[in-house]
């Protein structure tokens, strides 16, 4: 016990004065990993952009995967916990719509629009697609599977006309129109060229949003035809 508490005591430790310290290195690593990906980030430049030595950014996460996964569920997990809780309250009150049930789904991504870091989330969301499948498919199925079925149960209660399989495959259009939307990825200001039509309450955000849940709406009700 003795020789375990000494080589505790050995180790980098962490710095007086720097509790949250685990906050930045997740907040830097977030925004490289959405701009560089998992293959273009390393933990020397993580540790580079806070001014800290590599072993300190491993006191907190052994390597570069644990790194990854801990970023991703940060937020990723509360979205999941936001999405539940409000198809719990749609099916508590009773009587919602397409629409209801869409906004429900989007409204805890979309409000990562509000802030730099939480775009930076939704880009390293938008390309989890291309990191190692080895984690981005155990991160997807560790967060979403449970919530994103749920929904797609939901959808399928509302829509008793649509096959299951249909449902769930607009369910995946869905996903893959928001993380397009959502990102900092899309073309928007490119092909308008900074055509708009003013801004809504709330900002840009609220536009897009409203937006997705209006395009999404109308592909789910789509005859199945």
């Known amino acids: 016990m003795d020789r375990i508490m000494a080589k505790k005591r050995n180790g980098p430790g962490r710095p007086g004065g720097q509790t949250n ?37 491993n006191y907190y996460f052994s390597n570069k995967e644990t790194l990854f ?6 937020r990723a997990e509360k979205i999941t916990e936001d999405r539940m809780a409000r198809l719990a309250a749609l099916e508590a009150a009773g009587g919602y719509c397409v629409e209801d049930l869409v906004r429900a789904f989007l409204e805890p991504t979309a409000a990562l629009l509000d802030t730099a870091q939480g775009r930076s989330f939704l880009r390293l ?5 291309m990191e190692p499948e080895e984690i981005a498919f155990a991160l997807r199925r560790q ?10 149960e939901a959808f399928a209660r509302l829509l008793p006309d649509l096959p299951p399989r249909r449902v769930y495959h607009r369910v995946s259009l869905m996903v893959g129109a928001y993380l397009y939307a959502f990102s900092d990825t899309n073309r928007l200001g490119e092909l308008t060229e900074g055509i708009g039509d003013g801004p809504l309450p709330g900002g840009e955000g609220d536009r897009m949003l409203q937006d997705v849940v209006e395009f999404v709406a109308a592909g789910m009700r789509a005859s199945p035809g």
């Open 125 to 129: 969301h938008s390309r989890l697609h």
């Open 21 to 57: 310290l685990s906050e930045s290195i997740l907040d830097v690593a977030e925004q490289m990993f959405a701009d560089n990906g998992f293959a273009g980030t390393a933990m020397r430049h993580v540790a580079e952009r806070i001014g800290a030595t590599p072993a300190l950014i």
């Open 143 to 152: 967060v979403y599977q449970a919530s994103t079925r749920a929904y797609a």
């Open 69 to 74: 996964r801990a970023v991703f569920l940060r």
